[in-house]
DNA sequence: CCCGGAACCTGAAGGC
DNA sequence: TGCCTTCAGGTTCCGG
C-alpha cells in the first residue's frame, strides 16, 4: 500500500519525466475517481505545464503554471508509471496524462479507490493533515504534544492523518516493534522515553523504506514498473507465524480499530513502561 | 468531540 | 476443479 515511503519515491522518480513537460490531453477510463467532473477536469489540464511535484501526506500535489494543483492520492491498490505505447497500457489504467514529449503517465488501480482533485488552493484537501514526520520540525516533544491527553490506542492515533501524516498501517506496525510498544496502549499513557523512542523509531522506519524505494506488499510498483525493497527488511508487518527477529516468540495478528496488527508479543507488551524494546 | 463501523472496490486467498 | 465467502486497508461518511 502506497504510505509515506512510497509517495515520496513515486514523486522523486516522476520528476525527471514530468516536470517542465506539458499535459497534451488527460484520459479517463473511470471518471468517478476525478473532481471536478470529467469536462471541467479534462479542459483545466489541457495545455498547462507542470512547474513542480511535492508531497503532503499520502499526496502527491503537480503544480500547474495556471495555479491549479493536480493533488493524486493512490489510496490502496494505485500506481503512477510511465511510458510511451498508448495502444497497450497497463492492466486497470483508470486515467492517463498524455504528455508533450511522448511520455505517458499512466494511473493503475484495480480497485477504483485512488483519486485525482484539480484544485485552486490545497489547503482545501490537505490543509488539516498534521505534521511532516521526517521534518525538522517534528521532535520528540512535537510527538509527545500530538499524544497528550489521549485514550485512543496508540495504533489508531498514528494512523489519524490529522496528527501526523503519511504513516499507514504497515509503517505503523514497524514503527511500533521497533519502540518496543504495543499497539494498544493508550496514546497518551506514553512516559517522556518511550515517546521518545516511538519519535527516533518513525523517523528510522520511514528513511530506511525511502531510502529502499518503498515496500511492494501489494500492487505498488514505481514509475518505471520496479518493485521497491523496503519489504524485505520488515521486521513484522504481513509476518504473521514467523518469529519474532529479536526473541523468535511466534508473532501475532491483532486487529485494532479494523486494522490488521502484526507484533511481537513479548517485546510490546501492554505493560505501562516494560522497556524491553 | 470521540469512537466504531460501514461504504467504496476488486483481486487474492481460503474453505468446502 | 470450482463456487462461495472472507480479507485486505486509506479515506470519508454517518450514527451513537
Redesign the pocket.
Known amino acids: 500500500?502506497?504510505?509515506l515511503p512510497e509517495v515520496e519515491t513515486v514523486k522523486n522518480e516522476l520528476i525527471p519525466y514530468v516536470v517542465g513537460r506539458r499535459i497534451a490531453s488527460v484520459t479517463l477510463n473511470w471518471e468517478?475517481m476525478v473532481t471536478p467532473a470529467a469536462g471541467q477536469f479534462r479542459s483545466r489540464l489541457a495545455g498547462r505545464k507542470i512547474t513542480t511535484i511535492t508531497r503532503r501526506?499520502?499526496?502527491l500535489i503537480f503544480s500547474l503554471d495556471s495555479g491549479d494543483l493536480l493533488l493524486i492520492?493512490l489510496?490502496?491498490?494505485g500506481s503512477l508509471l510511465v511510458g510511451t505505447d498508448v495502444s497497450s497500457p497497463p492492466a486497470?489504467t483508470r486515467a492517463v496524462l498524455h504528455l508533450d514529449d511522448g511520455n505517458n503517465i499512466f494511473f493503475r488501480d484495480?480497485?477504483?479507490?485512488g483519486r485525482m482533485r484539480l484544485v485552486a488552493d490545497a489547503a482545501a484537501?490537505v490543509g488539516r493533515l498534521g505534521p511532516e514526520p521526517l521534518e525538522a520540525g517534528f521532535t520528540a516533544i512535537t510527538l509527545a504534544g500530538l499524544l497528550v491527553g489521549?485514550?485512543?490506542?496508540l495504533k489508531?492515533v498514528l494512523?489519524d492523518?490529522n496528527v501526523i501524516a503519511g504513516i499507514?498501517?504497515?509503517y505503523a506496525d514497524e514503527a511500533l516493534f521497533a519502540a518496543g510498544l504495543h499497539p494498544l496502549r493508550p496514546a497518551g499513557s506514553l512516559k517522556p522515553e518511550e515517546v521518545k523512542r516511538l519519535h527516533r523509531s518513525i523517523r528510522r522506519v520511514l528513511t530506511a523504506a525511502i531510502n529502499a524505494r518503498g515496500a511492494s506488499v501489494s500492487s505498488y510498483v514505481r514509475p518505471g514498473g520496479q518493485k521497491g525493497q523496503a519489504h524485505f527488511s520488515f521486521k513484522v508487518a504481513?509476518r504473521r507465524g514467523e518469529k519474532c527477529p529479536v526473541c523468535a516468540t511466534p508473532l501475532e495478528?491483532l486487529?485494532v480499530?479494523?486494522?490488521?496488527s502484526y507484533l511481537c508479543p513479548k517485546c510490546q507488551t501492554l505493560e505501562n513502561g516494560d522497556l524491553r524494546g
Open positions: 500500500m502506497p504510505e468517478g501526506g499520502k499526496y492520492h489510496r490502496m491498490s486497470y484495480p480497485r477504483k479507490f484537501v489521549r485514550k485512543a490506542p489508531a494512523l492523518q499507514g498501517n504497515m504481513h495478528r486487529v480499530r479494523g486494522r490488521g
